[in-house]
């Protein structure tokens, strides 16, 4: 199976505009309208108000297929709603003296600066893509008929938005390939979205796309010119003019969810490193070596976020041997340790993963990674195993706290721990996390059957 290419939503640009938007509005405000003020306190609630604001407007939803009128109609959208909040903090700290015209001036010229970033980013993109070629995605289209010719117009006519084109397939001519062909045409052109038109295809034809698509880490979208897709659940965008739906909506893909994520993994991770770690390292570090001889800490790899292996860190809870990679531990498995059997019990054998999570290979929770030799078979033969790497591994899961933890002794299992990751994925939340993590520590605690 290829390498998955990375960085599919451009994640680090809304964070940076973020930064970028709050440190005009903050700045402005501290260093020349309002310099009276506690800057501490200012800051803190102005940009926390933003934040929210930003959500609400959603000002930062501008895609590659975004319009420049658009933009435009969500800074002023922001503005209104920034300059009601300036008044409400103005009058509610009204000993602080600021004034109306003060506001206004204050807010007009923040969004200047904000929309000359805004827009300049927004060409910078489309300048890079037109003239450098970078940051585009291959597309297929599954259906000819007039609205997919538009939407095939719309990426042969517009590179500026980063799309290039590779073939759209009609499945009303017989000399057509057939779908088996397709899927390997897509996989030999490393095509990154497939788009389909609802009406040019059966039942059975969107659900073998749809699972070709889950398990190969293709983005799948829908063109809706068929009246019964619209009474699902589904996420709209717009190309143009054209109306395009996404089958699974993935909240990790929101920037703000991303950083929330990120932000917590670091502080968690942060906070287990200095105050768990920097002392019980050396504990496990000794008893493992007066057990036997090797090093402290095993080194494995796996497949993480978009397939990409990297380096996953556990305390060496078995004799040194040229199976550790291969073979998972089993039941009585003469290969673990006395200690080892001690820290596998109680998943203090995990706790190195967390140099994982501060590093951005793995995160606190998500799906549990797999071995390399482990992922290839699975993938091939457990239906949407696949889809678990559309976002980062994590240390523990939702999977492993129902039940699914430990060694796999059937598909049962794999489906079931896949079933779970899935939900996961789609239903993510901060509140979900913590829960699965009090979850895992309680179950640390008591001891779980499968940990050996």
């Known amino acids: 199976m290829s390498l998955f290419k990375q960085g599919r939503y451009s994640g680090y640009l809304r964070p940076i505009s973020y930064l970028i938007d709050l440190s005009i509005v903050n700045g402005l405000a501290v260093l020349y309208f309002f310099k009276n003020i506690d800057p501490i306190v200012f800051i803190f609630l102005v940009s926390l108000a933003w934040i929210i604001l930003s959500i609400f407007s959603k000002f930062y939803e501008v895609y590659r297929f975004t319009r420049e009128v658009t933009i435009f109609a969500l800074i002023f959208r922001q503005m209104a709603l920034f300059i009601l909040v300036m008044f409400a903090f103005s009058g509610y700290n009204y000993n602080f003296n600021i004034y109306p015209k003060t506001i206004l001036k204050y807010v007009l010229l923040s969004f200047i600066g904000i929309a000359i970033f805004k827009f300049a980013l ?10 450098f070629g970078g940051n585009y995605r291959k597309t297929v289209i599954f259906g000819a008929n007039k609205k997919t010719f538009a ?45 389909c038109s609802i009406s040019e295809l059966t039942n059975n034809q969107i659900n073998d796309i749809a699972d070709f698509a889950d398990n190969n880490l293709k983005i799948l979208k829908f063109l809706p010119d068929n ?86 860190y556990k305390f060496r809870s078995m004799m040194p041997n040229k199976d550790a990679h291969l073979y998972q531990a089993t039941r009585g498995d003469q290969r673990v340790t006395k200690i080892g059997r001690f820290i596998r019990k109680t998943s203090i054998d995990e706790l190195p993963q967390f140099f994982n999570v501060l590093f951005g290979d793995m995160s606190v929770v998500g799906p549990r990674p797999h071995m390399v030799s482990h992922t290839s078979v699975y993938a091939k033969r457990i239906d949407k195993f696949m889809v678990r790497h559309f976002v980062k591994p994590g240390i523990t899961g939702l999977a492993q706290i129902s039940g699914f933890r430990g060694e796999i002794e059937s598909d049962k299992d794999i489906i079931g721990r896949v079933k779970y990751d899935i939900f996961y994925i789609e239903n993510w939340s901060l509140l979900l996390d913590l829960k699965i993590i009090i979850r895992t520590f309680i179950n640390a605690v008591k001891g779980e059957d499968k940990a050996y």
């Open 122 to 131: 927004y060409y910078l993109l489309q300048k890079y893509r037109t003239s």
């Open 227 to 312: 009246k019964e897709i619209y009474s699902r659940k589904l996420k709209y965008e717009y190309y143009d003019y054209i109306p395009i739906l996404s089958l699974r909506n993935i909240p990790l893909e929101d920037s703000i969810n991303t950083v929330i994520k990120r932000s917590f993994d670091i502080i968690f991770s942060s906070m287990i490193i200095i105050f768990i770690l920097s002392w019980l390292t050396p504990i496990i570090a000794i008893l493992i070596k007066l057990e036997s001889k090797g090093p402290v800490f095993f080194k494995q790899s796996r497949n993480g976020f978009n397939y990409k292996e990297f380096d996953c």
């Open 151 to 195: 939407l095939q117009d719309f990426f042969n006519k517009n590179p500026e938005y980063g799309y290039i084109h590779k073939k759209t397939f009609n499945f009303r001519e017989k000399r057509e390939m057939s779908l088996a062909e397709c899927f390997e045409y897509i996989l030999k052109e490393n095509v990154d979205e497939i788009y």
